[in-house]
T-cell receptor, first 109, second 115 residues
Framework: DAKTTQPTSMDCAEGRAANLPCNHS???????VYWYRQIHSQGPQYIIH???NNETNEMASLIITEDRKSSTLILPHATLRDTAVYYC??????????FGKGTKLSVKP | KAGVTQTPRYLIKTRGQQVTLSCSPI?????VSWYQQTPGQGLQFLFE???????NKGNFPGRFSGRQFSNSRSEMNVSTLELGDSALYLC??????????????FGPGTRLTVT
């Protein structure tokens, strides 16, 4: 599975959009981009995933560049409850999740 | 739908003992994966079971084992506990979607402390 690179930490003002970047320059054609988040001491929570096209659900939007070498997770109106570690994971449709260190997002009032 | 449940939520054991953790997946999910999370190593994959068969395995010693029952419930066992086994053990369940992708849904975890 391809490796991902994420910033260690980010801050975001409450109510503003949080844009979390992820680089995955070695992604293969059959690999998907998944995003999970983990709020302190809880189990990771699935957010969204995509292959080529941009995706949106009730939690977030996922923007994948045309060459698929990077992506951005967008939380449109961040709240204090969105403070968490966000993991970008690239993997084939089956197979285990390989978690990196993720991005620690702090949403501030 | 009820989420993934794990029991017990907290456990304290002594070095050398063994422990069994339980996971009940979301109804209809046939795949159960186990992960270990420690401050030093982060989240690491232990193994995955699908239809009672181990389908995938991480790089952990043989002291870590698991099994899955016909109702998809899973247990993991750690024998001869070491201090370094203190961790949050997470279980995740999933089902294969029609597109071939599948999202994993995690339980709250079992916090194991080895003294």
């Amino acid at each position: 599975d391809a490796k991902t690179t994420q910033p260690t930490s980010m801050d975001c003002a409450e109510g503003r959009a949080a844009n979390l970047p992820c680089n995955h320059s070695t992604i293969s054609g059959n690999e998907y981009v998944y995003w999970y988040r983990q709020i302190h001491s809880q189990g990771p929570q699935y957010i969204i995933h995509g292959l080529k096209n941009n995706e949106t659900n009730e939690m977030a939007s996922l923007i994948i560049t045309e060459d698929r070498k990077s992506s951005t997770l967008i939380l449109p109106h961040a709240t204090l409850r969105d403070t968490a570690v966000y993991y970008c994971i690239v993997k084939r449709s089956q197979g285990n999740l390989i978690f990196g260190k993720g991005t620690k997002l702090s949403v501030k009032p | 739908k009820a989420g993934v449940t794990q029991t017990p939520r907290y456990l304290i054991k002594t070095r050398g003992q063994q422990v069994t953790l339980s996971c009940s997946p979301i109804s209809g999910h046939r795949s159960v994966s186990w992960y270990q999370q420690t401050p030093g190593q982060g989240l690491q994959f232990l193994f995955e079971y699908f239809s009672e068969t181990q389908r995938n395995k991480g790089n952990f010693p043989g002291r870590f084992s698991g099994r899955q029952f016909s109702n998809s419930r899973s247990e993991m066992n750690v024998s001869t506990l070491e201090l370094g086994d203190s961790a949050l053990y997470l279980c995740a369940s999933s089902s294969t979607g029609t597109s071939g992708t599948y999202e994993q849904y995690f339980g709250p975890g079992t916090r194991l402390t080895v003294t």
